[in-house]
């Protein structure tokens, strides 16, 4: 006879799923924290450039002064979320929570170079090949560069309370120190038929030419990120060559307009002399 069914036998129950664990939306909050803050200095620095909003707004207010802040916070959220997703499940969540650390600690190191680039550089933004007989601008260049901008002396001076190490020197002093190449070219005649070619050469070098004559060459520079502008005019004597940059925006240049006046100096004298 078959056994009889026992119906107290208790039943197995049914196999369940294992259970989600916690812990991997956190992960993907921190990395879209990281990437919300990398987005708005990205975006800050496209509307700056394309002139929708000012530099004052852009760079110190949006940039230099929120920016800091917020990858700072990213950063210590990513930070929380790594070390929970390397106990929760380090194979899944980990990755997010170290790509939003990295990408927070890049944006916040960012910002110390450049802090650390203010030190080395002197709080300057003029450099001149020639300050014994200072290099001007046409009104037409300081009409473009309007009434806000750097101004354009014949000997500018660092303010003493603006720097430990260079306050109270004449820029003509720190250029001597930190800008050797910004020298006036001696004995180098450029003639009228070679201007063409020093104006080819600025627009190779990414200048806008506002204006030539036989003795002054004027262009401008505008950099590729908030679109900082720095106006350059080439002086042209009979025997010498002398330039001159200055940036617009009043902020130190972290050595862009020793770079600019060294690269003009050195096409100039990549050219032909021509005879007295």
């Not at 107290?8 to 921190?30: I, W, Y």
């Not at 230099?64 to 899944?92: D, E, H, N």
Request: hydrophobic share 45%.
């Amino acid at each position: 006879m078959s056994e009889p069914f026992n119906e107290s036998r208790p039943l197995e129950p049914p196999s369940s799923a294992a259970p989600k664990k916690g812990g991997f939306a956190f992960a993907h909050l921190a990395f879209m924290v990281s990437a919300i803050t990398g987005l708005f200095l990205l975006g800050t620095m496209m509307v700056t450039h394309l002139g929708y909003i000012s530099l004052d707004l852009g760079f110190k207010t949006l940039t230099l002064g929120i920016g800091p802040r917020m990858a700072m916070v990213s950063l210590a959220v990513a930070v929380l979320s790594l070390l929970i997703s390397l106990f929760k499940c380090p194979t899944r969540r980990a990755p997010w929570a170290f790509a939003a650390v990295l990408l927070s600690g890049g944006i916040l190191g960012g910002f110390a170079l450049y802090h650390n680039a203010l030190k080395d550089y002197p709080p300057i933004a003029d450099v001149a090949t020639n300050w014994d007989r200072p290099l001007s601008f046409s009104e037409k260049m300081m009409a473009e560069r309007g009434a806000d901008a750097l101004p354009i002396e014949d000997l500018p001076r660092v303010p003493r309370n603006e720097s430990l190490d260079w306050g109270g020197k004449t820029v003509a002093a720190i250029n001597e120190a930190t800008c050797p190449a910004a020298k006036t070219i001696p004995e180098h005649i450029i003639t009228e038929d070679q201007i063409p070619a020093v104006v080819a050469a600025l627009k190779g070098m990414h200048y806008t030419v506002l204006g030539t004559s036989p003795w002054r060459i004027e262009a401008t520079y505008q950099d590729n990120f908030y679109g900082f502008k720095s106006d350059v005019v080439i002086r042209i004597d009979p025997r010498s060559v002398d330039v001159r940059s200055a940036s617009r925006y009043n902020i130190p240049d972290l050595g862009a307009n020793c770079r600019r006046v060294t690269e003009i100096i050195q096409a100039i004298r990549a050219m032909p002399v021509t005879g007295s």
